[in-house]
């Protein structure tokens, strides 16, 4: 029977969530640990995973374990290379990055979490990195709390309430309640600030990037081991984060409205 156009092709559905569990480990995965994460009869799990690597999505290892193929490798180089936002803003990065001497991330929303595009990494003997594809909660970092107060407030929502809110250090906020003056505090200063609420010692500041549609889908950003958020060195930071927003967000071809009395 064919499949109604917008239900889920339950087959699709769960050899993406194998993918998905294979990414989030980090590392090659046998039969038996890929059913204690899933629950599914061994034989779906099999037939999936065999027609995925008859595909080259998965690879077996020497061991018997399963790992991602190198087709998704082609896919992933396929999509960063149709993606013009990367090109566009490397410059800009890499100009706060030697300015500040701390790393710069681009990030992107997507299903609840942000994803790292890109990153100039910091020359510095002690610095912090945002690796490129990693995958962050959207509650706790400057980048996702952006994205969170640049939503409808049903999205919003929506994504907190259906997000496990772990957790990470004693500052992370926990309840959909404390986001509200969070929130209202980023939508009235135009940037997002991360305060050890992902890692302790660990400080980031985001500022939003528009689409020509005047759209927020991306952020620019920096992250270090700043002494304080009221330091002089951080509201440079600031300073600098808004600006480098600002000239991408140009470069992407928005035009900021004029207000009219």
Known sequence: MA????KTIHSVAKAIRLLDILTE????ASLT???QKTGWPKSTIHGLLS???ESGLIEQTPNGRYWLG???FEYGCAVSNSWDIGTIARPHMQSICAELGESVFLSVFDRAAVVTLAEEESRASLRVVSE???RLPVYCTSQGKLFLANSSPAECRRILTHTELKAFTPHTLTTPEQFVPELTRIREQGYAVENGEYKIGLRSISAPVYTVE???RYTVGVIGMFRSV???EFQVAVNCVQDTARMISTALGYQKQEETL
């Open 70 to 72: 190198i087709r998704l």
């Open 132 to 134: 490129v594809g990693a």
């Open 33 to 35: 640990e890929l059913y």
């Open 230 to 232: 009221h330091s002089d």
């Open 214 to 216: 005047g759209e927020v």
């Open 3 to 6: 499949e109604q156009e917008g």
């Open 51 to 53: 027609t995925m690597r």
């Open 25 to 28: 480990s980090g590392q090659p």
